[in-house]
């Protein structure tokens, strides 16, 4: 519990009730909840049925087993797809929920889609098949994104500043890397998907692995992105996050002509 | 050697005007009250009456400069109150203040402070955004204004010094605006000031001691945002403020220049009475700036600088660019290609900063500042000049200035390379390309096709004069031949169109003397002839009374005429400048 948390549910009763509510609710959802993507839960057949869907959906690019697929194509090398050995649930559910795969058209990078034309139980059933191609990463337990109840922001921010603004900005709008390829916008991304973006470190991304930066220093990154988006902009329109270009641009555009509208109009008053 | 129009062609169209009634000066009668109280201890009366009496021409362009002081003068203010929260200390603090994410971490005072004012001092994220929007727009407008100044040629003799003066004023504005974009200590001023130290370090030899004098140490060290604190806040400001006085009284002294026009000369001013009218429009002007600029603040978010974080030697951000003033210098350094830099003697030289940065700011602004000598040289022009040029009227300088508008404006957007990529989703490495070639290959295309644009204005102008308005009436001539009906411009309109001047091209006197001796300075006269002629062999004259008065007995038959404009020199327009 931070600093902060404790000044905002001031009233002490308050505060304590809300606690014992949310040990009440997170001890009940630990309990009851199943752990997704963990070994354990899965069944062999949701395995099979995943290994259909993937052969049906995925095969083209990934290869049948999950292999990958490279052909010659017009005499080279071209590699439709990677292999997915070791890539593991997280990666499947982050690819899939967030509609870069299966890939819709090949260009220099995956882009998110908004809408997904999978279930969410296929999409479990592929990730759990992908995951017995060999070890990866799983799914991040609920404990690593529960930021609103114990991720402390400040850290996360200074986390964030020296591993991701360099990509993502920090106003986390985005930005541009090498021959067309970009850091997508983290704004409105679940916090599960940001978890996973990190511990598989998708195309250009690296990836940031336990070792790197603990389940506890992402759950603090996800809990300053949300935490930012969630305050805003408190000065105004926020001309899309893009900092002194989109200042600019306002200023030369709006500010001039209406500077050079009032001298205008002012200059026809007469005496 | 060069000869210069002594009068112009259609002044003689003028010969009988009646004088011009002018503002009277000098004697002032006694005073009385609390006004001859004050007049008899400091003999202001003189003064304030002559200030009172001045003429102003009238015209939004010659309101461009007045956004920029207003807008200085907002800053000032809107500065005054930060001041009084701000901490320009690097000393470090865990900051508590009620921006929830970054509860907790360890940063610098200024940069706390900062954070204090946008969200915990009532009002004090609308003044901060109000000074950081005023500074924006000063330097837009003065930019704008600098350039209504360069095209109508209101820097030539005698406001030569004016302009320079301007150019000094728009050096200072922009590294006062460096200094205050410097100061919160957030992560995107803190890269701007690695980026400045990189700048001084590539100084062959000195670099790093001066480096190291100005940041007190190694970089980032304690001292930078003191120091800077005291140059945006006392010293920068002080020397903008007289400088800029300075200016405006020399527009006073020199009289403001006016667009040509019916009744207006070389010799008077015709406009506004500064009480009251001036004064009022003025004083009313200042408000609406005023209050455009808080609107604008109210509404637009600026400088964010609580998504940055604290500046951190070890982090940077996507997206980082200093304010548009600095982009040109920082777009050069994303142009220059890396390899230009080498090792001698144990020193590393690194052109490939040097030239987008210490080398290429001074000389923007020398360049600038050294213009109206230039183009005096060149047109060899010794007379002043208090009647503006329309910018088609001296199509080379026109195009000049446009060319160098581009060029700068290349190297502006090649600083914001990363956003046009995102937002266009183009590669940043084909944009990088195409604006290395652009920054050599685009001015002189855009120099090109404005000269073009001027040169059809101009015809069209003598076009005009000479044959009247089209009215759209077709006349059917007993012999059955068809014309349309042209209507006379009238001589207002003409005259407008008309009183401008140009130039002959400088003949080059022979290299060698009579005795076949070299010429002292012959080199030098090759340069300039050349110059002059790229100013002005092509120009087209104005109309003069004699081709008037040859179109309008011509009647309709005229079109013998219109080759004229584009002939060289006519000998009677030779002959009458
Ligand atoms: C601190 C920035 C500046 C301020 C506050 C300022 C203010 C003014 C004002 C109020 C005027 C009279 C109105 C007008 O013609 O617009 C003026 C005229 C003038 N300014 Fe500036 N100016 C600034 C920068 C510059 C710059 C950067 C230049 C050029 C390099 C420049 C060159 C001139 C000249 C030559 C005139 C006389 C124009 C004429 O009489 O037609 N000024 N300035």
């Known amino acids: 519990m931070n600093a902060l948390a404790a000044r905002r549910r001031h009233p002490a009763a308050i505060a304590l009730l809300l606690m014992l509510a949310l040990v009440v609710t997170g001890g009940l959802y630990a309990a009851f909840a199943p752990k997704p993507a963990a070994a354990a839960a899965v069944t062999a057949d949701q395995v099979a049925q995943g290994k259909a869907l993937f052969q049906a959906n995925c095969a083209s690019c990934h290869g049948l087993n999950g292999e990958g697929n490279e052909a010659e194509v017009g005499g080279e090398l071209r590699s439709f797809g990677p292999s997915l050995v070791g890539a593991g649930a997280a990666a499947v559910h982050f690819q899939m929920e967030t509609g870069r795969m299966p890939l819709a058209n090949p260009g220099v990078q995956a882009q998110r889609v908004s809408k997904i034309k999978f279930e969410q139980e296929e999409i479990d059933s592929i990730a759990a098949w992908v995951a017995t191609l060999g070890p990866g990463p799983a799914r991040p337990d609920e404990e690593w994104l529960d930021w609103e109840g114990s991720g402390d922001a400040g850290r996360g921010g200074t986390i964030y500043r020296s591993n991701c603004a360099m990509c993502h900005s920090s106003a986390g709008a985005g930005g541009a890397l090498t021959r067309g390829k970009y850091a997508p916008s983290l704004e409105g991304v679940e916090p599960v998907h940001i978890y996973e973006a990190m511990l598989t470190g998708p195309q250009n991304m690296p990836v940031f692995n336990d070792t790197n930066l603990t389940p506890e220093d992402k759950r603090d990154v996800i809990a300053y992105v949300k935490q930012m988006h969630a305050v805003g902009n408190p000065g105004g329109l926020g001309l899309g996050g893009f900092g002194p270009a989109a200042e600019a641009l306002f200023a030369w555009v709006f500010g001039l002509s209406i500077m050079i509208g009032t001298a205008v109009w002012l200059g026809q008053k007469g005496a | ?577």
């Open chain 2, 1 to 577: 050697m060069s000869e210069t129009t002594a009068s112009r062609p259609a002044a003689a169209l003028r010969a009988d005007d009646k004088p011009i009634e002018r503002a009277p000066q000098g004697a002032v009668g006694k005073l009385g009250g609390v006004a001859g109280w004050v007049d008899d201890r400091t003999r202001a009366a003189k003064g304030v009456n002559y200030l009172l009496r001045k003429v102003f021409p009238d015209h939004w362009s010659f309101m461009l400069g007045e956004i920029a002081m207003y807008s200085l003068i907002v800053c000032l203010l809107t500065g005054a109150f930060l001041t009084f929260w701000f901490v320009p200390s690097m000393g470090q603090t865990v900051y508590d203040g009620s921006y929830i994410p970054l509860q907790g971490v360890v940063m610098s005072e200024a940069y706390a402070s900062t954070l204090d004012i946008s969200f915990d001092i009532k009002g004090g994220l609308l003044i901060r955004q109000i000074h950081h929007w005023a500074a924006l727009m000063f330097i837009v407008s003065l930019s704008v204004h600098m350039m209504r100044v360069f095209f109508t040629g209101a820097f030539r003799k005698p406001r030569e010094l004016n302009w320079v003066i301007g150019t000094v004023l728009a050096l200072l504005a922009i590294v006062e605006g460096f200094a205050g974009y410097s100061l919160p200590d957030d992560l995107l001023s803190g890269t701007g000031l690695r980026a400045m130290q990189g700048f001084i370090l590539t100084v062959p030899v000195i670099g790093s001691y001066i480096a190291y004098a100005l940041f007190g140490g190694d970089f980032p060290g304690e001292m930078i945002i003191p120091r800077l604190y005291a140059a945006h806040v006392l010293l920068i400001p002080a020397i903008l403020v007289g400088l800029f006085i300075v200016h405006v009284t020399m527009v006073a002294v020199n009289k403001h220049t006016q667009y040509p026009g019916p009744g207006k000369t070389n010799d008077n001013v015709v406009g506004y009475r500064v009480m009251p009218v001036y004064a009022a429009k003025a004083g009313g002007f200042f408000f609406l700036v005023f209050g455009l600029t808080a609107l604008i603040a109210a509404f637009a978010q600026i400088n964010a600088i609580w998504v940055h974080g604290p500046y951190d030697p070890s982090a940077v951000t996507a997206g980082a660019q200093p304010d548009w003033y600095m982009w040109f210098s920082d777009g050069a350094l994303r142009l220059l290609p890396g390899w230009i830099e080498f090792t001698v003697f144990g020193f590393t030289f690194s052109p490939n900063i040097a030239i987008g940065s210490i080398i290429l700011l001074p000389l923007v602004y020398t360049v600038l500042g050294a213009y109206p000598f230039v183009e005096r040289w060149i047109t060899g022009d010794d007379r002043e000049h208090h009647l503006l040029d329309r910018p088609r009227n001296a199509p080379t300088r026109t195009g000049v200035g446009m060319a160098a508008i581009t060029g700068y404006t290349v190297l502006a957007l090649a600083c914001v390379n990363d956003i046009i990529a995102i937002k266009l989703g183009m590669s940043i490495n084909d944009l990088t390309r195409f604006f290395r070639v652009a920054v050599f290959l685009l001015p002189i295309l855009v120099f090109w096709i404005t000269k073009r644009i001027c040169l059809g204005l101009q015809r069209h102008d003598r076009e005009l004069v000479l044959h009247g308005r089209e009215t759209g009436t077709v006349i059917r001539t007993p012999e059955g031949r068809f014309f349309e009906r042209h209507e006379d411009l009238d001589p207002y309109t003409r005259w407008r169109l008309v009183s401008f001047d140009t130039y002959r091209p400088i003949e080059l006197e022979p290299a060698t003397d009579a005795n076949g001796l070299v010429r002292k300075g012959a080199r030098k006269d090759r340069l300039r002839a050349a110059l002059s002629r790229f100013y002005f062999t092509d120009q087209i004259h104005p109309v003069t009374p004699a081709e008037l008065a040859a179109a309008h007995h011509d009647g309709h038959g005229h079109e013998a005429l219109e080759g004229a404009a584009e002939e060289e020199y006519p000998e009677q327009i030779g002959a009458d400048r």
